[in-house]
Every structure is written in structure tokens, then in C-alpha cells.
């Protein structure tokens, strides 16, 4: 090394620097950028002028490695589960409606005891209840109220629960005739030509006619009036009614007067009697109205125009009785009849005396039943009979 000549290294590190700040002078990087650069070039350049190897040991691997990419992460699509379709379950089948048997009366106390009870031995002499059931309308049977019948006494008791009915049509008789006879919450007394005597009676939760006939009008009434006293006390010792019987349903329930009742052709030209007419409701008698108003059937009839002959061997009239829901009395009333057939009709039954006695066809037809009856005879009566039925049967269903 000659002296005043700098040394190798000294020369070398002089160089790079005036390379590096002509570098440097010639670009315009931005600050940090420039800070960078600069180092890589000091590094650079130092590792050249210390030698080859240690360079290609350096620059073989990269300087500046970018962060690995974060994982992508792919979610599973959700799986898809059908929905499965309910199997629909049947309907229940409707349960069978029960039979409620035979209708009773909504008084709980029969007629026995309230003729213990009223004392009607002190009133009447020997009185012997009668059994009068089959005689009594089954839409009255049915409607519950109470009938005692003491007829070789002359004396009949009704007793109703329809004590709002009641009391209208005792404030009507109280306005027309009757008196007043002061029993019970209300009352009142009539009589008819034929020593016919009847006190009507609201007491408590029952509606009471009490019904007595004699040879005077004198007694009638001392008989009914005491009779009405002893029993309205009687009653008075069972305060509670029974709950009402309810009927199997029927479509005949629909029927409440006689407009409804209708054949076609209409009933005269079907029976072969164009000269009858009607229908008319048949009114029961005006002196027993529980059973007038509380009846549940409809009872209608046709017959001739006042003065108009009917020709022999027509129908010169007929009435009908329909009675919904009271098919359980079809066995008793169609007793001792012969069975028919008619269209429409479970069971049908023919009952008929003498030619000049009445003849009366029993049906049942959707749990109600109907009564049909002729005055009179004629050769196809039966068959007749049984063709207005059924088309009463057949009108009704459509």
C-alpha cells in the first residue's frame, strides 16, 4: 500500500457512497420509500464489495415475504330436510245419538200423591185414578206436562211448567169471562153451559188446570175451586221441576202449522175429492188450554164447505197428526193395527173397525209420528191412504 493512496476498502466505500447519493439525487421517491430503498441498496452494495458468495447467499431468498393469505374459509351450505306432508286423519265418525226412551213429565210427583197429598178424597167421593195414557195426543205426552184423570169423579188435572204461557192465557180468560177465584200468584175460573167447570192456576214454577163436571154448576165449581186449593199446596211440597225431555231430532220439527202440510197435485184433487177443503187446524177444547197450547203436534183436516154433499164413494174427510220426535208412541197408538207398507215410512200400521167406524194409518217416518184419519169407508181407502202419505212423505223431503 503506498502512502497518501487510500486503501481498498476505503476507496470502495467512497464509491458506493457517491453512487448512492447520485441514486438517490435522481429519484423522487416519497420519504419512507426513499428510507427503503436506501437501505436495500446499502445492503446490496456492501454484500457485492465483500463478495460474491455472501451475496447469492442473501438475495437467493426474498428480502420482503407477503403475509400469507388468510384461509378461506367455505360454510357448508345448510342441508335441506323435506318437509313431510301430514297424512290427514279422518274425520271421527259422529257418535250415535242415544235414545231418551219415552217422555216423562216435568212435574217430579205423580198423581197418586198429589191426590194424597191434596186431600181429593174429602172433595170427591172414591176418587179412582184412571188410566187414560193411549186416549192422550202424544205431542201433550211429550210437551211434559202431568195428566190425572179421576173420571168416574169428573175431574181432570193438568199440570204444566210453562208457567210464562200460562199466565198470558189466564190474563186473557180474566179479560173475557172468567173470574177470579184468588189461588196461587194468579187464577182464574170459567165455566160452560154443560156444568163444565175449570180453574186455571199459576203457582210457584207450575201452570194447573183443574177440570170438574157435575150435574150443577154450583157444585162444578165448589169441586174444581177446592180441588185447584189442595192441589196448588200439594205442589208447592216439590217446588223443583224436572229438566224438559229432549226428542230424537227429525226434519219434521220444521212443520209447525198447516200451510206446511201440502201434496202435489193438491190434497182435494189427489184424493179424488176436488169439492173439500182445508187444511184447518183442529182446535182441541177452548176449556183445556195446557193441552192447546202446549201440544207439540200439528193436527190438520179437510173437509166439505158448509152445505156442499160429497158423492157417495168419495173421501168426504180426513185430518192428519204429525208428531215430531214421538216415534216412541208408534208402538202403543199402531197396537192391534195390520202392518202396510208406504213409501218413505219405517213402519206403518192400518187400524179400522166397521166400515162406518173410523180408520186411522199409523206411520213413523224420520223418528216422528203420523196419524192419518178417515171418517169413512170407501173400496180403495187403504189404498188411498197409503198414496197420500207417502206423497206427504215425498213433498216434505224435497
Avoid at 357448508?76 to 217422555?103: C, M
Avoid at 199409523?362 to 184419519?373: G, R
Amino acid at each position: 500500500m503506498m502512502d497518501g493512496q487510500p486503501t481498498f476498502d476505503a476507496a470502495r466505500s467512497a464509491a458506493m457512497k457517491t453512487m448512492l447519493m447520485k441514486v438517490a439525487g435522481e429519484h423522487t421517491t416519497p420519504p419512507r420509500t426513499k428510507r427503503i430503498a436506501l437501505i436495500v441498496s446499502l445492503t446490496v452494495g456492501a454484500l457485492l464489495l465483500a463478495g460474491g458468495g455472501a451475496a447469492w447467499a442473501i438475495t437467493g431468498m426474498p428480502l420482503f415475504q407477503a403475509p400469507a393469505p388468510a384461509p378461506v374459509v367455505v360454510s357448508p351450505s345448510p342441508s335441506v330436510t323435506p318437509t313431510r306432508t301430514p297424512t290427514p286423519k279422518p274425520a271421527p265418525a259422529p257418535s250415535p245419538i242415544a235414545d231418551p226412551g219415552p217422555p216423562y213429565s216435568t212435574v217430579p210427583v205423580d198423581c197418586a200423591t198429589l191426590a194424597a197429598r191434596a186431600g181429593l178424597d174429602s172433595i170427591v167421593s172414591n176418587p179412582k185414578l184412571s188410566d187414560v195414557t193411549k186416549f192422550d195426543d202424544p205431542g201433550v205426552i211429550q210437551s211434559g206436562v202431568l195428566d190425572c184423570n179421576w173420571l168416574s169423579s169428573g175431574l181432570q188435572l193438568l199440570v204444566s211448567t210453562d208457567t210464562s204461557t200460562g199466565s198470558a192465557d189466564i190474563a186473557d180468560q180474566r179479560k173475557v169471562d172468567a173470574s177470579n177465584p184468588d189461588i196461587g200468584d194468579l187464577s182464574a175460573l170459567r165455566c160452560i153451559e154443560i156444568h163444565d167447570c175449570t180453574v186455571s192456576v199459576i203457582s210457584g214454577s207450575y201452570w194447573l188446570n183443574v177440570r170438574a163436571t157435575s150435574a150443577s154448576d154450583a157444585t162444578s165449581i165448589d169441586r174444581a175451586t177446592r180441588s185447584a186449593r189442595g192441589f196448588t199446596e200439594a205442589l208447592a211440597q216439590t217446588p223443583q221441576p224436572r229438566a224438559p225431555w229432549t226428542s230424537l231430532p227429525t226434519s219434521w220439527s220444521t212443520v209447525t202449522d198447516c200451510s206446511q202440510v201440502t201434496t202435489e197435485p193438491p190434497v182435494p184433487q189427489f184424493l179424488g175429492s176436488p169439492l173439500l177443503t182445508g187444511p184447518q187446524p183442529v182446535v182441541q177444547g177452548t176449556m183445556d188450554s195446557i193441552s192447546f197450547h202446549e201440544n207439540q203436534s200439528v193436527s190438520c183436516a179437510w173437509g166439505p164447505p158448509s152445505g156442499v154433499a160429497i158423492p157417495a164413494g168419495s173421501v168426504r174427510s180426513v185430518s192428519l197428526s204429525i208428531t215430531p220426535g214421538a216415534v216412541w208412541a208408534y208402538p202403543t197408538w199402531a197396537a192391534g193395527g195390520m202392518p202396510v207398507t208406504v213409501a218413505g215410512a219405517q213402519e206403518a200400521s192400518f187400524v179400522c173397525g166397521n166400515p162406518e167406524a173410523l180408520c186411522i194409518l199409523y206411520l213413523v217416518t224420520d223418528n216422528t209420528l203420523m196419524q192419518l184419519t178417515f171418517n169413512e169407508s170407501t173400496p180403495d181407502l187403504l189404498d188411498k191412504m197409503e198414496a197420500f202419505a207417502a206423497a206427504l212423505i215425498a213433498q216434505h223431503s224435497r
